[in-house]
């Protein structure tokens, strides 16, 4: 599909107060809610001011106002960082996983999904240029949270030690246990060890900890000491369902963790 070059339309007298008015109230991503209140057309305002390139339609009534600093060509070029759209269609989250691993610098890989935590059940949220997808926690797992900044709006995600936790407890979804591994082994001088274990306990999951222990010994040579129950955990749950039994951390070795071939 060719792209759309033509400028931004004209904008009527209402529809730039509209704007203007959304703005004033920190409202630069709205839902077709929000135009409601100015007129009970909310639909054909917004299909309007994104014909005129004024708006960007990210999915079904969620909208996004193109700053004038984007130039003449409008929505036509414009972009929302995906990290800032989660807080519009939830209410409680913290973004984690393999979104959390990329964003703190300790994963390479280029994704398209974003990994959100939420304590309750939400399909995921197709984009134009990307997907959404949710993670149910209890709340007693919403703990280890930050605030950054996004384009000048604020974004909840994991810290540093909870991002590598939570991959340990659901590894599917950043790529797999080994990219956790290789997030610990790399990146280990910018991770608090007192916390780690500490908010493994928190989770109160007994296969976080036991990951967290194999690996720790397995790549830094570091033992921890923690209780956990004696059933066996799979060391990666998208593994094959065999493998080595390791008795001490009471895991079942199903992934290959090399970091001399990480080297290269």
């Known amino acids: 599909m060719e792209p759309n070059t033509q400028n931004r339309g004209t904008l009527t007298n209402k529809e730039s107060f509209i704007l203007s008015d959304l703005a004033k ?3 630069n991503i709205f ?12 639909k054909k305002i917004s ?29 036509g070029v414009y972009a929302v960082p995906n990290l ?14 393999g979104s959390a691993l990329n964003y703190h610098g300790f994963s390479e890989q280029l994704l398209r999904e974003v990994f959100v935590a939420i304590n309750k059940a939400k399909k995921p949220v197709t984009l134009i240029d990307s997907k959404i997808t949710f993670i149910h926690l209890k709340n007693e797992k919403f703990f ?6 996004v384009k000048e709006k604020e974004v909840e995600i994991a810290d540093k030690e909870k991002t590598i936790i ?8 950043c790529g797999g246990i080994e990219e956790v591994a290789r997030a ?3 990146n280990f001088e910018e991770l608090d060890l007192n916390q780690l274990i500490e908010y493994g306990k928190k989770m109160n999951n007994s296969c976080v900890l036991k990951r967290l222990g194999y690996l720790l010994e397995k790549l830094k040579g570091i033992t921890i000491k923690a209780g ?5 955990c799979w060391l990666d749950p998208l593994g094959k369902q065999k493998g080595k039994y390791n008795n001490k951390w009471k895991i079942i070795i199903n992934a290959r963790i090399n970091p001399p071939g990480w080297e290269h």
């Not at 077709?32 to 909310?42: E, F, N, P, Q, T």
């Not at 956990?228 to 066996?232: D, P, R, S, V």
């Open 47 to 75: 299909y309007s001011l994104a014909k005129k390139k004024w708006i960007l339609k990210l999915k079904r009534d969620l909208f996004a106002i193109v700053p004038l600093d984007v130039g003449t060509k409008g929505a």
């Open 84 to 97: 800032v759209i989660p807080q519009y269609l939830v209410k409680k989250y913290y973004i984690s996983y």
């Open 144 to 149: 280890g949270i930050e605030k950054i900044k």
């Open 166 to 173: 939570d991959c340990l407890e659901k590894p599917q979804y």
């Open 228 to 232: 956990f129950a004696k059933n066996y």
């Open 31 to 42: 839902t077709i809610k929000d135009l409601k209140v100015y007129d009970g057309s909310a």
């Open 25 to 27: 109230k920190n409202k």
């Open 184 to 186: 610990i082994y790399f």
